[in-house]
């Protein structure tokens, strides 16, 4: 329709409406108060956050395990550990963040003074997915609260055990006048899209990328799109073979290969391809067993639907290791192929599950025009002894993130911006980047009105003014 509903909908089974309109009225007369421009406020949010995190850590993770089969290890590293740190980093550096940043002013404007002040947005709407469902509902929370705002935080569906936790705990532990969540599927965030938010930040897939982008145009709010997309891991003749495939494998399968950041294929040049079918192999053999299904640091498929798309995905390729399903426990092996043709389906859409397929280039020109021919990926990968192929890499190609040597861990590094381009999204957060997105840069000049030093600025411009 005119105003982006997306037609296809999952009917609402006996959850009574939320009252959307409501609730967002609510947040934005609290924010009108003011009660969350203090910094005192800000980072008593964040502290109580934090709080929690610790204190129920044993609530988080049995919701995880319960949506996602992840290990208690996994949980704390990617999710309830990575926030904390998030909000440790955030508080470490938040005064001197929101502090006013004086500008030099030039000197035909002299005398006076200007500077930037930061000031929150407002209220702000948070839609995340299933995949990280509480750290991609907590770490943008954690930059709305530092940036002094009110928020909705809309949990993934997908993962009901974490958005019920979300639901429950964070009106607890946080200002409830400040912070609400909302929980459902497609009604329920078609409802808040309808609302007039400060700022939109969702996570998830492109289509309902798009569906928020048009919601949120009707009320001109800005939005951050965080998507997702094919990220290639490339691997030159010279690297570490069996090193590369170790941290190849550890960033494709962790958390079932449902990580948005995962190394989705490889762009094995030369004769890469042959050494690296044997060393993944051996990897996934280190870190599993071998029988992966019995270990319980390896994860399940979220849902059927996921689970059959996947599977429909195993035949694209010649199997090197892996290959195995089981569709009651929603399980499928870590599994590589090779011999993969470009053009087949498990190259044509985002993985997003334990599949990594390997495809064959010549040479470093044919790899950068293989993915340059693509969208810019959320991050690029590349496994290489050469300082001149991470140059031209780094020059040649667009995509969100470009790391060397380990995939998926600069989102570890706070103080690195966490976004992508092109189609794999827009905007960046983490850190004082989260500030930056949460907050609106207010420009302040303050000129004295006397002396008149803009006299020469005001018509009429006579001669002598103009010196012509
Ligand atoms: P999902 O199905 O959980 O959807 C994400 C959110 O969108 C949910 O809260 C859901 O309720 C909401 N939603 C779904 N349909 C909607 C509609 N029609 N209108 C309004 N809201 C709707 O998650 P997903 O999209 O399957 O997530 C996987 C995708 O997200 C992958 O493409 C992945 O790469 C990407 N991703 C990106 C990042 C990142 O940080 N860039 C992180 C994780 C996942």
Redesign the pocket.
Known sequence: SAQGT?T??TPTSGVPPVDAAASVARLHSAFATGRTRPISWRKTQLRRLRRLLTEQEDAFASALRADLGKSAVEAYVTEIGFTIKEIDHTLRHLDRRLSPRRVSVPLPLRPARARTVREPLGTVLI???????LQ?ALAPLVGALAAGNCAVV??????PATSAALAHWLPRALDSEAVAVVE???P???AL?EQRFDHVF???????GR??MR?AAAHLTPVTL????KSPAVVEPGADLRAAARRIAWGKYMNTG????APDYILAIGETATGLERHLADAIREMYGADPATSGDYGRIVNER?FDRLTALLADGRTVTGGGYDRTTRYIAPTVLADVDPEAPVMRE?I?GPILPIVRVPDLDTAIDFITARDKP?ALYAFTASARSKRRLTAETSS?ALSFGAPNAHLAVPGLP???VGA??MGRYHGEHSLDTFSHTKAVLDKPLWPDTLRLARPPFTARKTGL
Request: net charge negative; with cysteine; proline share 8%.
């Open positions: 997306p296809e909908g839609i995340s997915p299933w995949n990280y469902p991609l809309k949990p993934s569906e997908l993962a459902g599927g497609v329920e965030t078609t899209l969702y996570t998830g897939n492109g289509a309902v569906v928020v919601a965080e998507l997702g997309g449902q990580t948005c950041v996921h985002e997003f959320l969100g966490f976004g992508g794999s999204g």
